[in-house]
């Protein structure tokens, strides 16, 4: 069973930036589409970032540009670059993992962000 690690959440002032990374036990790691999601409080689960196994992310406008997912094949990580963060991006942070090779979808256990002054 792959096992999906995820690190880098905490506490953050408005207008602050950080970085999410999640870590893969993924064999090939390239089978994988990576994305971030998130969940706040009362909320459902929605979509933040995905990129396939290429590399290449989509190009929503969700975040309005704030948000950058990048990943390493070679290191079997995945990244969530956060900028200029806001209150409202409070919320557990979960790194998904599908892949159709394997028939699988797979979460980690969350990272909780905090944007608060």
């Known amino acids: 069973q792959v096992q999906l690690v995820e690190s880098g959440g905490g506490l953050v002032q408005p207008g602050g930036s950080l970085t999410l990374a999640c870590s893969s036990s993924?064999?090939?790691?390239?089978?994988?589409?990576m994305a971030w999601y998130r969940q706040a409080p009362g909320k459902p689960r929605e979509l933040v970032r995905r990129?396939?196994?290429?590399?290449?992310?989509d190009y929503t406008d969700f975040m309005e540009g704030r948000f950058t997912i990048s990943r390493d094949n070679a290191k079997k990580m995945v990244y969530l670059q956060m900028n200029n963060l806001k209150p409202e991006d409070t919320a557990v942070y979960y790194c998904?993992?599908?892949?159709?090779?394997?028939?699988?979808?797979?979460w980690g256990q969350g990272t909780q962000v905090t944007v608060s002054s």
């Open positions: 998904n993992a599908d892949s159709r090779y394997y028939r699988q979808s797979l």
């Open positions: 990129v396939t196994a290429s590399g290449t992310p």
């Open positions: 993924a064999d090939v790691f390239e089978r994988w589409v």
